[in-house]
């Protein structure tokens, strides 16, 4: 541990003499993750969009797509039930108003695989996880068990959140798949949707990625996998690990060929991630795409899946948001460190977990960050600060601590 964090520190001390230091204040995005809670009445927006301003904010990421819902109007999916007594209430449509009419930008901040909770299962019937649980994630252990049940019988997304809540240290809810065309058809229309009919500054995708490498394991993305390599296997292995498959083994192309099948599940989902960009850029170009990634590169691609150095790359991103959330002090300034020397020109924003840190821990990631020269910061999240157990106007006080004006 101690060689772990002498490493860390050289890290640290190499970045601060090479990167050339913070950006100009007037260019700094200074920004809050706010949760979909808070966007359910015109008086929390309000609230909200006025302590965001007294903290020296300058933008808002706002989750107007928590769990495969809409906090919009007339959205391709369900409104949340939090929403049902107010028809006529549009979170986004209000927060755009009064976030630009105060100076500030918002940008729409959508979880684009994970669709549903484990725990409490959507009220809509027309959610997504019911009129398509063939799209749904389904992890190795239960690959035997959910390839021989047919998704629209009704213990199917019942078995699939179980699952999910006996791992629920790690495991969020139901993720959608972005194996199939279909999949990816549905969540780039939602996303082509918001940014066309709402004049944000941005579209934030979080939650693009697997939960763990150990999925998707359901029985159409291994037909898929199957598929993608048929030509290439030899008659005699073919037929071999057809019977295999026949006598109840439906994994043994993925036990066959383990790279290409982390190949091409990470693959799939950088082409999710192409389409969602397209989209967006399409109907509003000057809109900036940012992805909240595992901070590590090489631990998000192997346990998630999620190749963000080659995002970054092919230029699928405009701006890289690495989750730093730890509450060592050494190790936020080693990740964020690293992640700016990985993504070079790229912006990159550091995100602080301030759900999990002290007022002046916050104030002190947030100069490091600075110090290290990224383009901004992001707190998650405003609600945890607004939490009334801290006091009026804490939001604000830990802004303008932070930014120091």
């Known amino acids: 541990m101690l060689h772990a964090v002498l490493r860390r520190a050289i890290v640290v001390i190499a970045a601060s003499l090479f990167l050339s230091g913070p950006v100009h204040a007037q260019d700094e995005v200074r920004a809050l993750w706010v949760v979909r809670t808070t966007l359910t009445s015109p008086a929390a927006i309000a609230t909200m969009v006025a302590a965001a301003k007294n903290g020296g904010f300058n933008t808002l990421l706002v989750q107007v797509r928590g769990r495969g819902d809409a906090y919009f109007q007339h959205g391709i999916e369900p409104r949340p039930a939090a929403l049902?007594?107010?028809p006529g209430f549009d979170p986004l449509a209000t927060t755009i108003a009064k976030a630009h009419d105060a100076g500030l930008q918002v940008h729409a901040w959508i979880n684009v695989n994970l669709v549903a909770g484990a725990v409490d299962l959507p009220a809509a019937r027309d959610h997504v996880v019911y009129r398509h649980p063939e799209w749904l994630m389904v992890p190795r252990a239960l690959a035997a068990e959910m390839s021989t049940v047919d998704p629209r019988s009704p213990g199917y997304v019942g078995r699939?959140?179980?699952?999910?809540?006996?791992?629920?240290?790690?495991?969020?809810?139901?993720?959608?798949?972005?194996?199939?065309?279909?999949?990816?058809?549905?969540?780039?229309?939602?996303?082509r949707d918001i940014a066309q009919r709402y004049a944000v500054d941005g579209v934030h995708l979080d939650y693009i990625r697997y939960p763990t490498s150990e999925f998707d394991y359901s029985r159409d993305t291994l037909a898929a996998f199957r598929s993608s390599l048929l030509a290439d296997v030899a008659p005699p292995d073919r037929r071999r690990y057809e019977a295999r498959m026949a006598a109840g083994e439906p994994l043994v192309y993925t036990q066959a060929f383990p790279e290409r099948w982390r190949g091409f599940r990470a693959a799939r989902l950088t082409a999710l991630l192409t389409s969602l960009r397209s989209s967006v850029k399409t109907?509003?170009?000057?809109?900036?795409?940012?992805?909240?990634?595992?901070?590590?590169?090489?631990?998000?691609?192997?346990?998630?899946?999620?190749?963000?150095?080659?995002?970054?790359?092919?230029?699928?991103?405009d701006v890289i948001c690495p989750m730093a959330y730890t509450t060592d002090a050494a190790m936020f300034a080693a990740q964020i460190a690293s992640a700016k020397q990985i993504a070079g020109s790229h912006p990159l924003w550091a995100g602080i977990g301030a759900y999990r840190l002290s007022a002046d821990q916050i104030v002190d990631n947030v100069q490091t960050a600075r110090r290290l020269g990224v383009a901004g910061i992001i707190l998650f999240s405003y609600d945890s600060l607004a939490d009334p157990?801290?006091?009026?106007?804490?939001?604000s006080q830990v802004g303008r601590a932070a930014f120091q004006f």
């Open 283 to 317: 109907v509003r170009p000057a809109a900036l795409v940012s992805v909240a990634v595992i901070p590590d590169p090489r631990e998000a691609m192997t346990h998630r899946l999620q190749d963000w150095r080659g995002w970054l790359d092919s230029g699928l991103v």
């Open 389 to 395: 157990a801290h006091g009026p106007g804490f939001v």
């Open 84 to 86: 049902a007594a107010q």
């Open 160 to 191: 699939l959140a179980r699952y999910a809540r006996s791992q629920s240290g790690e495991i969020e809810g139901l993720y959608l798949s972005p194996v199939s065309a279909e999949s990816v058809a549905y969540t780039t229309a939602v996303v």
